[in-house]
């Protein structure tokens, strides 16, 4: 998919409360946000789930309380964002550049993250319940820093 030009307006100018009762509004519509620059931007408290963010430049961005549950977030740079307390249930971040993210109290339950450039992330209190990490970059005394981290089968 696309970049869609008349999702990437609506989130930029209209702020939460508008973005997310369009949502609400639209709940059939995917956003299609594929390699949009959002560097910077502030999408605290935006529902961004099951939105297409592949390839999408969020770096320094403000996502704190974010819901991104089942969104498609590969390969996108994450680096120092604001992910605090995001709900990021069943995220796909495969090959992510999260390098210096605040990923405190975040969700993460279910979350693809291979090949995630985790480095210097703070994942304090995160939950990573059957979280995917085959290949991510990512140390032990982060892991050991998260609240929950159980492993299953997939």
């Not at 099951?50 to 819901?67: E, G, H, P, T």
């Not at 995220?91 to 450039?117: I, V």
């Not at 985790?118 to 290949?135: E, F, I, P, V, Y």
Request: some cysteine; overall charge negative; hydrophobic content about 45%.
């Amino acid at each position: 998919m696309i970049l869609n030009q008349r999702h990437l307006e609506l989130l930029k100018k209209g702020g939460a409360t508008t973005w997310n009762t369009w949502r609400r509004s639209n709940p059939a519509i995917v956003p299609e946000l594929h390699g949009a620059d959002l560097s910077g931007v502030d999408l605290h408290n935006y529902n961004l789930s099951l939105s297409n963010l592949r390839d999408v430049n969020l770096r320094n961005a403000n996502l704190c309380a974010s819901d991104l549950i089942e969104a498609n977030l590969n390969r996108a740079n994450l680096a120092n964002a604001d992910l605090s307390g995001a709900k990021m249930i069943e995220a796909k971040l495969e090959f992510c550049d999260l390098r210096g993210a605040n990923l405190a109290n975040a969700d993460l339950t279910g979350a693809d993250l291979s090949g995630a450039n985790l480095m210097s992330a703070n994942l304090s209190g995160a939950n990573l319940n059957w979280a995917r990490l085959t290949d991510a970059i990512i140390t032990e005394e982060q892991l050991s820093s998260v609240k929950s981290r159980m492993e299953g089968m997939f």
